[in-house]
């Protein structure tokens, strides 16, 4: 426990992590301006500027043009010979210039959460491998060993403290987000939230947060293990950019043990892998190949995963020389 | 019970990378007692940071045994870790941090407060700095949070690898006063230092190494002793006559600037007894006392890495 207070107090004191830590937060600002912009209400200045629009476009010499054709020949753009429809199909109404989506909160659980969560992911992954990397590049880790020889309690007390600032940055902008869009839905709708949404929303956040926790243990292990942050964020670079679309060109077989299907899975709680054939002749020959992956996949696929990197790690740091 | 405070027996260690195999330590028998300062010298790349790396739990011996305390280790390093106190190569902190945190973080994995922290930092001289970030430190003050972080645990054990490095003439003197009263307290300090006056002077006992093995040890005046010369340095005022004198007489002796110097056993008495009959007088005589420094130079010179 102790040991545990000496690593998030050493977090908190590095900079580099509170900048990744903000990051998150700005991140997560960023969400839910986008998404309130996207959504906002139609406004009064809305309003008188698409009614400005309609008359623009229906004072337009081209605009009448048209309407004098079809009231010449109204069966042709109506489909009925009643030429006072003309005016209803062919001048412009103020809808088509409030073109907008209403927020909605349940349809945007499953986009809006998966996006979040994965950038938050990268946000964990650069907080585990910046700060043991700084350690290794510093040499305190063996200042630290002089301290505290059982390198194992040392190893797992960093992975802890890492773990538990990733899962409690990612709860905290996951909470702020999700408030903030609840707030504003107060606000501008009339309607209630469906029952259960709650309950759906807070299961996405806990697994948001434990995918957010597990991105910062593997930054952390592989860090630890390579004793280089840059190797870490060349690797997932690497991975993210080349590997899965090389992998997915080459070997479509590999699809559902992708980090990216299987997050899906996670945090969306069951994903459907659409695998379309090269060649196909008819309707049923492309139809793809449809693979479903549910939250037990993806937990089991993540826990080999995170857990052979922490045993990897573990195994090097007891073993190797410290300089 | 053992009175051996640091005890190693054919303690080896092997580096294997693309070239093939190094051995940096080659069946290192060393024996340290409680109380004292007792150095440990060794030309660079002799394996002395090696061995207290070993030492420490940082590296893994590749065969051999340890004792600190009559406890093997690494295997029981922690039951004794909390009453060693060490420094190895260059001080090592978090850049980011102030002196004080960096102290602070240590201090609380030992479970100790803030007043200790206070107290080392008042000893090493570092109050009023404390509060700066390591970064800005000067390597002479680096050296001084780490002699600070040493004595967070008032070990019984320092070790301490060129603990003076860096430092300016007063700080030396200052960290030698340092040492020199924990060894008299009773806490046992072993001092790897290149700068062999130094550890002449404060030294009560030397282990000198090379090539990864024990070349010599004890007390600092048995080391010297066992190599003391007997010679003699003669000043006179016709140097060529004197030394024709001399070699006539079956003396060994070569000339060092304005004087001679005479390898003998026999009462210097005679070599002015000598001269005097051949009308030559002795203006200056003095045994010629062998030092550290020769001693080691003696010891280590066939050592490909050269004097230190």
């Known amino acids: 426990m102790r040991l545990l207070l000496v690593e998030l107090a050493r977090i908190r004191a590095r900079r580099a992590i509170m900048v990744l830590v903000a990051g998150a937060f700005l991140l997560g600002a960023v969400f839910v301006g986008a998404t309130l912009w996207t959504h906002r209400p139609v406004s009064d200045a809305d309003l008188a500027q698409a009614q400005q629009q309609v008359e623009r476009q229906t004072n337009s010499p081209m605009t009448q043009r048209e309407l004098r054709r079809c009231e010449r020949n109204p069966e042709r753009y109506t489909g009925t010979s009643d030429a006072a429809a003309c005016e209803e199909n062919i001048l412009p109404r103020v809808d088509w210039f409030l073109d907008r989506p209403v927020l909605n909160p349940p349809e945007l659980v499953r986009d809006l959460s998966v996006a979040l969560v994965l950038f938050l992911g990268v946000i964990a992954v650069l907080i585990g491998a910046t700060m043991i990397g700084a350690e290794w590049s510093a040499g305190s880790v063996g200042t630290q060993l002089l ?177 | ?155 019984d054990l320092l070790i301490l690898d060129e603990p003076t490095n860096g430092l300016d003439p007063a700080g030396i003197r200052e960290i030698r006063e340092t040492i020199r009263t924990l060894g008299e307290s009773g806490v046992t300090v072993l001092l790897s230092s290149h700068i062999l006056a130094e550890v002449q002077q404060v030294c009560d006992a030397v282990s000198i190494i090379g090539h990864g093995a024990l070349l010599a040890s004890g007390p600092v005046r048995e080391v010297i002793g066992t190599r003391a010369s007997g010679a003699v340095r003669l000043g006179l005022a016709d140097l060529a006559a004197g030394a024709a004198a001399l070699e006539a007489a079956g003396y060994d002796l070569r000339r060092d600037l304005d004087h001679l110097v005479v390898e003998t056993t026999a009462d210097p008495a005679t070599l002015t007894e000598l001269l005097a009959g051949t009308g030559l007088y002795v203006n200056e005589l003095t045994p010629v006392r062998a030092d550290l420094e020769t001693v080691f130079l003696e010891l280590t010179a066939d050592d490909a890495g050269g004097p230190l």
């Open chain 1, 147 to 323: 301290f505290e020889p059982r390198r194992p309690r040392v190893w797992a007390a960093k992975a802890a403290a890492i773990a538990l600032v990733a899962a409690a940055m990612a709860a905290a902008v996951f909470t702020l987000v999700w408030l903030s869009i609840l707030a504003a839905y107060a606000v501008w709708s009339d309607e209630g939230l469906p029952s259960g949404f709650l309950r759906d929303l807070s299961l996405t956040g806990a697994r948001g947060a434990a995918f957010v926790a597990v991105g910062g243990l593997a930054g952390y292990a592989v860090t630890m293990a390579v004793r280089h942050t840059v190797v870490v964020v060349g690797l997932m670079l690497a991975y993210s950019v080349i590997g899965e679309g090389l992998l997915r060109s080459f070997l479509p077989s590999v699809e559902r043990y992708l980090v990216s299907n299987n997050a899906l899975a996670w945090i969306q709680d069951g994903h459907t892998i659409r695998i379309y054939p090269r060649n196909c002749f008819d309707e049923i020959s492309c139809r793809p190949k449809e693979i479903a992956m549910g939250l037990a996949d993806a937990a089991v696929y993540f826990g080999l995963v995170a857990g052979a990197m922490l045993l990897v790690s573990l195994f090097v740091f007891n073993r190797r020389d410290v300089p």
């Open chain 2, 1 to 155: 019970m053992t009175d051996l405070v640091i005890e190693t027996t054919d303690l080896r260690k092997e580096y294997r990378n693309r070239r093939g195999r190094f051995v940096a330590v080659k069946g290192l028998s060393l024996q340290v007692p409680h109380g004292g300062v007792h150095g440990f010298l060794g030309p660079n790349g002799s394996g002395k940071t090696t061995t207290i790396r070993m030492l420490l739990g940082l590296a893994r011996a590749s065969g051999g045994e340890m004792r600190l305390f009559g406890k093997e280790v690494p295997r029981l390093l922690p039951e004794i870790m909390g009453r060693i106190g060490a420094i190895v190569e260059q001080p090592k902190f978090m850049p980011g941090f102030t002196g004080r945190r960096n102290l602070s973080l240590l201090a609380t994995t030992l479970g100790q407060d803030g007043r200790k922290v206070d107290e080392v930092i008042e000893t090493v001289g570092l109050k009023g700095r404390d509060k700066d970030r390591y970064r800005g430190y000067s390597l002479g003050m680096k050296q001084r949070l780490a002699i600070a972080g040493a004595l967070l645990k008032s070990p």
